[in-house]
């Protein structure tokens, strides 16, 4: 009867979904995963995923947990700040990505890393 | 090998994009990547190449890890496991993984920490164990992962600081654990994290921290610790020199000494607000040359404008809810950069003149004591789009104080003692407030005011210089525009204010008829 009202249900979810709608996949997702949301042309759809994408985050708080999007130079990262691996053409350095590395320290293109 | 596998793979007709070996429960490609994820599975696929680098199996059904399980995948450099119901790992379910770099264990059932199967890890950068049921964390917990860098604890139920398990990890750069129940942070606590970058500890329940807590992390940066129970100021940031983004909003800190954070120079965010912040000491924020927005609002007792001296980056400037009277005469010369500047809700009384805060776009001072308006008050401020200054006591306004606000778009005079209000280099203005001015009874001239869409203003008749009155437009207004315009060619024709409140009509004509 909620389906009808709203379109939303709890009921046939995929996944970690909590709540959903057809149209726009998982609304809510169960305790501790994260929903990330997914752009498929104008619509976006939402999944509820224990690690988020690569280019993307997790920020966990005590009620919702999003996959944000990280800085435009990380393939994938611990905070907005704090990369974990970079794109190519840059080189990974204490959480930074540079396209050269500090004085001491030469680019490996294998680990994409300052070593 | 590798290639040979796959040559013999498309000699069979299976096609490039079907390796030699995976699992017919596995998505596998041909970079050595096999994903497995969301199968529900409830045990480790079998028959995976001995080549596979990166094995997802996360979000499956798999409660425990036994002995050797990954014994075949000597080569194996990511392991997803998260979101399975993991309880138990035996202590060899890990063996041999040499060159594992990354380990993700999150939203599963673990309520400790796996040590013994973590041992022999000497080449793990990441770790994920955040979102399991943790309350404790052996000692020798992380003993054998030098390489360690990364570290998730976040979303257990630790109720203390792992600091012994810590203890020797000098390479870990990026820990949270973010939460938990922990409660205090005890003086040392990360002692020889010397390369941590990166602290998270915000939703826990700590109330109080040791003066040396900090001591060791030399390199840090970002400190969070928001959403906490901290009664007082955390002075234990004073050992932090390379602090860049530091939290502790939603705490319960009521002050902010003198010379707060004059030992952390490189201070780009400070979050401080859902405090009950009643006094901030004035130097607190001096020399913060990084330092791009500073919000405090609702420290009432705070009686003085802090100093921002040296504090020259500062773009955005809030302060609001406090008994501040004035402010700072050379307020400006060091704000040159700044953009939006709230300081509404004070006590203030005078203005300095802000002309050094050239590209300042923004302005908020409603809600204070403010009387007048003086001619060099915003002088050449050709940046200004927004000034609010409402609900003050503003009785004079100096005919030329709003002369070179060429960009100014809207302007918010309501609720204050004016009799008259000056528009000359109002060219720009499309939204004018002024209700509440009740001496305010003559009427406006709208050809000074060519680009206004909305007014407000405080008797209705006033509205008539800007809506027709009548249904048929009145013929000497429109002479009146015309040769304001240049008369002969063809004039643009200016549209009318479209908004007009409270509703334009003259009440005499309107209610007693045509032979008044």
Known sequence: QHKQVTGVSSQGCQGGCQTCSVYNGCLTCKPKLFIHLERDGMRQFGVCLASCPNGFYGTRSPDRNDCIKCGSECDSCFNRNFCLRCRAGSYLHKGKCTESCPDGLVPSDTMKECV | LWGCAAAAAAAAGEGPSTPATCSPLCRCDEDGGADCSGRGLTTVPTGLSAFTYYLDISMNNITELPANVFRNLPYLEELRLAGNDLAFIHPEALSGLHQLKVLMLQNNQLKTVPSAALKN?????????????????????????????????????????????????????????????????PDNAFANLSSLVVLHLHNNRIQEIGTNCFNGLDNLETLDLNFNNLKTFPEAIQTLPKLKELGFHSNNIASIPEGAFRRNPLLRTIHLFDNPLSFVGTTAFQNLSDLHSLMLRGASMM??????????????????????????????????????????????????SFQGCARLQDISLQHNQIRQIDRGTFQGMSSLRVLDLSRNQIKFIHRDAFLSLSALTNLDLSLNSLASVPTAGLSALNQLKLTGNVELRNGLMSKSLPKLRSITVPYAYQCCAFVACDSAVNSAEDDERRNAFGGEEEMERIPLVMHCSPGAFKPCEHLLGSWM
Request: glycine letters at 4%; charged letters at 20%; hydrophobic letters at 35%.
């Open chain 2, 121 to 185: 890890l000497h080449a793990l950068q990441s770790l994920r164990l955040d979102a399991n049921q943790i309350t404790s964390v052996p000692e020798d917990s992380f003993e054998g992962l030098q390489q360690l860098r990364h570290l998730w604890l976040d979303d257990n139920s630790l109720t203390e600081v792992p600091v012994g398990p810590l203890r020797h990890q000098s390479n870990l750069q990026a820990l949270t654990l973010a939460l938990n129940r922990i409660t205090h942070i």
């Open chain 2, 303 to 352: 009686q003085d404008f802090p100093s921002l001296t040296g504090t020259i980056n500062l773009e955005s400037l809030t302060l609001t809810g406090t008994n501040i009277r004035g402010i700072p005469e050379d307020l400006c010369e060091d704000l040159t950069v700044l953009r939006t500047l709230d300081l509404s809700y004070n006590e203030i009384e005078d203005l300095p």
